[in-house]
Nanobody, 119 residues
Framework: QVQLVESGGGLVQAGGSLRLSCAASGRTFSMYAMGWFRQAPGKEREFVARITWSTGSTSYADSVKDRFTISRDNAKNTMYLQMNSLRPEDTAVYYC????????????WGQGTQVTVSS
């Protein structure tokens, strides 16, 4: 089993920056990729960014690709999301997730961290 713990959320003014972290433990050898998702009140959970663990290949949602950067530290089993030029519409609970043996099948999820962007 894989355990994921997010941190780094908080309150920031529009135009500001935050860096989220996600620490993985347990059966991390079974983890093909990790991703970030977010869910705003009254909305569906949406994809934000993804990175493969071995190669570091990345992908982004169109809404964040010019502002957010996903990265990982293999030695620390930790994934990061650098968020710049934040907007009020970025306000959401951000979740990290880990893919299991099948691509795009997210079997493991963190508890979420709140990001609030004030206007």
């Amino acid at each position: 089993q894989v355990q994921l713990v997010e941190s780094g959320g908080g309150l920031v003014q529009a135009g500001g920056s935050l860096r989220l972290s996600c620490a993985a433990s347990g059966r991390t050898f079974s983890m093909y990729a990790m991703g970030w998702f977010r869910q705003a009140p009254g909305k569906e959970r949406e994809f934000v960014a993804r990175i493969t663990w071995s190669t570091g290949s990345t992908s982004y949602a169109d809404s964040v690709k010019d502002r957010f950067t996903i990265s990982r530290d293999n030695a620390k089993n930790t994934m990061y999301l650098q968020m710049n030029s934040l907007r009020p519409e970025d306000t959401a609970v951000y979740y990290c997730a880990a893919e299991g043996p099948y691509r795009y099948n997210y079997d493991y999820w963190g508890q979420g961290t709140q990001v609030t962007v004030s206007s």
